[in-house]
């Protein structure tokens, strides 16, 4: 009889985001588009993300939000503020709200990312995942034990092209065994907003409202 392997724990998925509020998110999509414009390619992005998390497996899924809930939130989130601080600050406190491991968190900059893809993340043999993005940043970050997010995270610079790098290191240097993700694109510039559509799965809410906006633009 062949021996079954007890299937590896589900992760609680965490989404830290900000409320899609003009001015204060997709500052960098500004110009070419309006504060409001880059606010609704926010909210589309944030949504698509978290109907994505909602089609993965997971033992919970937590919203680490920074703002008030809004239309776009499905049901299926626990919703909990983030803390104050610095973004390093923030994450690690994000890691706070799972009760035991593992735990994967992901940001709102990419919509192209599929439940396939979060399904095939979290698994047996390793202690931690990580998703590097173009721009020298990551897009995840997922712990065994999340319980090492402070040491881990504080102290990291954030928003630089040497952030993914310094992260990793961190990871490394800690003992852990990590399994390295698929590089994706953020969309931080209205270049990277095209670039991330095309690679969006067809329907999606980003594409649509980006190809929306490019249409009312001719």
Request: charged letters at 20%; a neutral charge; hydrophobic letters at 45%.
């Given at each position: 009889?062949?021996?079954?392997?007890?299937?590896?724990?589900?992760?609680?998925?965490?989404?830290?985001?900000?409320?899609?509020?003009?001015?204060?998110?997709?500052?960098?999509?500004?110009?070419?588009?309006?504060?409001?414009?880059?606010?609704?390619?926010?909210?589309?992005?944030?949504?698509?993300?978290?109907?994505?998390?909602?089609?993965?497996?997971?033992?919970?899924?937590?919203?680490?939000?920074?703002?008030?809930?809004?239309?776009?939130?499905?049901?299926?989130?626990?919703?909990?503020?983030?803390?104050?601080?610095?973004?390093?600050?923030?994450?690690?406190?994000?890691?706070?709200?799972?009760?035991?491991?593992?735990?994967?968190?992901?940001?709102m900059d990419t919509p192209q990312l599929t439940a396939r893809l979060l399904a095939e993340t979290a698994g047996a043999g390793h202690d931690a995942w990580f998703?590097?993005?173009?721009?020298?940043?990551?897009?995840?970050?997922?712990?065994?034990?999340?319980?090492?997010?402070?040491?881990?995270?504080?102290?990291?610079?954030?928003?630089?092209?040497?952030?993914?790098?310094?992260?990793?290191?961190?990871?490394?240097?800690?003992?852990?065994?990590?399994?390295?993700?698929?590089?994706?694109?953020?969309?931080?510039?209205?270049?990277?907003?095209?670039?991330?559509?095309?690679?969006?799965?067809?329907?999606?809410?980003f594409a649509t409202a980006l190809h929306s906006l490019s249409g009312e633009r001719r």
């Amino acid at each position: 009889m062949t021996a079954r392997h007890p299937a590896p724990p589900r992760a609680t998925l965490l989404v830290i985001a900000k409320e899609p509020v003009p001015g204060r998110v997709k500052t960098r999509l500004t110009p070419p588009y309006t504060p409001r414009e880059a606010a609704t390619l926010a909210e589309a992005a944030l949504a698509d993300t978290l109907h994505t998390v909602l089609e993965a497996p997971a033992r919970r899924r937590v919203l680490v939000l920074d703002g008030a809930p809004g239309r776009w939130l499905p049901p299926g989130f626990d919703v909990v503020p983030q803390e104050d601080g610095g973004l390093d600050e923030r994450i690690a406190a994000a890691f706070g709200h799972c009760d035991r491991g593992p735990a994967l968190l992901i940001g709102m900059d990419t919509p192209q990312l599929t439940a396939r893809l979060l399904a095939e993340t979290a698994g047996a043999g390793h202690d931690a995942w990580f998703g590097p993005a173009e721009d020298g940043g990551f897009w995840a970050l997922g712990l065994a034990d999340p319980g090492l997010a402070a040491a881990l995270v504080r102290g990291v610079p954030m928003s630089t092209e040497r952030t993914g790098a310094a992260l990793r290191r961190r990871l490394v240097e800690a003992g852990l065994t990590v399994r390295d993700l698929p590089v994706l694109r953020d969309v931080d510039t209205a270049a990277d907003a095209a670039a991330v559509a095309a690679c969006c799965a067809p329907g999606s809410r980003f594409a649509t409202a980006l190809h929306s906006l490019s249409g009312e633009r001719r």
